[in-house]
Structure formats: C-alpha cells, structure tokens
T-cell receptor
Framework: AQKITQTQPGMFVQEKEAVTLDCTYD???????LFWYKQPSSGEMIFLIY??????QNATEGRYSLNFQKARKSANLVISASQLGDSAMYFC???????????????FGKGTLLTVNP | KAGVTQTPRYLIKTRGQQVTLSCSPI?????VSWYQQTPGQGLQFLFE???????NKGNFPGRFSGRQFSNSRSEMNVSTLELGDSALYLC????????????FGPGTRLTVT
C-alpha cells in the first residue's frame, strides 16, 4: 500500500484564488512528520511547510497552510492568493518516527502539478 | 550562507560505466540524504549519512553506494550503469538530529545511453 497518496495529478487555479492540494498518508507509527515541498521546473525541491503528528494546531507559513485531519490521515496543502510563480510540482512527504531521532528518510507522494492561470 | 551544492549538474554515461556524484551540504549540516527521482517511480530514498556513518538505506541494489567524509561532503556511486538509472539525483542536508527540515540541492541529472 502506498504510504503517501496524492490523487490530483494536475490542478488549475486562477491567479489570486485559493487552491487545495490533497494528500493522504498511511502509517502505524504514532510519531511522524508531514511535509510539503515545491519543485519548479528547475528541479530544486523547496521546503514549504511541516506538520508534526502531535501538533495541536494546523501549520501555517505565509500563504501556505496545512489542513491536518489526523483521524482521516489527511494533510492537505492550502495556498491562498495564488501567484503565477506558484506554478510547479508539489509533493507531500512523510517521515515516520519522532523528530530528534536518526530517521531522515522521507517518503514522497507522486506529486501534483499546479498551474496558475493569469 | 551557501545552499546545498551538487556536482556535476548534468552527466551523460553509457551502460556498464560507473559514475560518482558529489554533494556539499550547507555549512554545519552533518546529515546528508540522497534521493532518486524518475518519472515512473517518483522520488525514492537512497540512503542517509550522519557523521560519516550510513544510518538509513532505501531499497536499491548494491550497485548504489555512498560515503560521507569528515567535512560532511558526500558522494554517491553507481556502478555498472543501466538505462533505468537515468534520473535526477537529489541530495539533501539537515542540521542536527532534532531538525526536521531537509534542504535540497539542485540535483544532478544523469542520462544513461
């Protein structure tokens, strides 16, 4: 079974509108971390936002917020006020095990290609 | 502060050859991870090094190996290259054990012909 599922291969959004990118995960470890990365066409992975499994509040970083629903095992990324520069591949990833441990392995989803239209 | 650097950025090799890719982490970062990205398999974890020791390894054949030096720079080696090894190889570094964020380099695009 896939550990990270991103069901939207591609998404389109109008500039200045909000968009939600879906991510569901599967783990039996009570400690885990969820990440979102952006990958422009240049190839470099850019860290956007992190949510720990024990965090009580949803993570926010500027225009990015993570809608964390633990019971549903979902960690959707919300981008508010989309900009043309937001056009890129977006990856959801998970680290199983507590932060501060020795596990730095990230498991990635297949990604969602977001296109922002002017 | 300089980011993660990877050399070379592009590489073309033929089947059967071997290749060595290099990664210099952000200054002070001691953990270096390697990932392979292909259109078919997506992003897959190769291995992770911390203080010159391999701590985690992904599900790749023994042709894929790596090492880390005392200055935290890391190399990965692929021997007996196959067409399926064509991929973007990404390196990421992290600061300390209690850091959750991995900073990625621009990647090395390897083409095997």
């Amino acid at each position: 079974a896939q550990k990270i599922t991103q069901t939207q291969p591609g998404m389109f959004v109008q500039e200045k509108e909000a968009v939600t990118l879906d991510c569901t995960y599967d783990t039996s470890d009570p400690s885990y971390g969820l990440f979102w990365y952006k990958q422009p066409s240049s190839g470099e992975m850019i860290f956007l936002i992190y949510q720990g499994s024990y965090d009580q509040q949803n993570a926010t970083e500027g225009r990015y917020s993570l809608n964390f629903q633990k019971a549903r095992k979902s960690a959707n990324l919300v981008i508010s006020a989309s900009q043309l520069g937001d056009s890129a591949m977006y990856f959801c990833a998970m680290r199983e095990g507590p932060s501060g441990g020795s596990n730095y392995k990230l498991t990635f989803g297949k990604g969602t290609l977001l296109t922002v239209n002017p | 502060k300089a980011g993660v650097t990877q050399t070379p950025r592009y590489l073309i090799k033929t089947r059967g050859q071997q290749v060595t890719l290099s990664c210099s982490p952000i200054s002070g970062h001691r953990s270096v991870s390697w990932y392979q990205q292909t259109p078919g398999q997506g992003l897959q974890f190769l291995f992770e090094y911390f203080s010159e020791t391999q701590r985690n390894k992904g599900n790749f054949p023994g042709r894929f190996s790596g090492r880390q030096f005392s200055n935290s720079r890391s190399e990965m080696n692929v021997s007996t290259l196959e067409l399926g090894d064509s991929a973007l190889y990404l390196c990421a570094s992290s600061l300390l054990d209690d850091s959750y964020e991995q900073y990625f380099g621009p990647g090395t695009r390897l083409t095997v012909t």
